[in-house]
């Protein structure tokens, strides 16, 4: 298999909650939900950068898309990692999502290996860094 990621699809529990969150709150471009008028089918999609995309899609329909029960949520399973160019960017992200509404699980601040970093979940508690 080549690396080829093109999607990052993110289960939630209240799709418009997410919507407003990524698009009015963090300021992700978007065209908003999409689907509605099919079961299942209502997500909404962010360009994150050329290639990339990021989609919101409700737990549920995730759950029957793939065939598998919805689960309990597990923040610590994964995380998605947002890297810019200095500390003072990354205390103004910190700030932005906290604003939107995100939950800061670890505030920004210097690490073992000599970068500088921190994370906060969204309303969903998907860990971004």
Known sequence: MKPRVTLITLGVDDLERSLRFYRDGLGLPTQGIVGEQFEHGAVAFFDLQPGLKLAIWPRASLAHDTGLPV?????AGSSL???VGSQAEAD???QQAAAAGATIVKP???TF???YAGYFADPDGHLWE
């Open 92 to 94: 103004a992200v910190m």
């Open 71 to 75: 689960s309990v949520r597990s923040p």
């Open 108 to 110: 920004a601040q210097p």
């Open 113 to 115: 290996w000599g970068g």
């Open 81 to 83: 990692a947002h890297n």
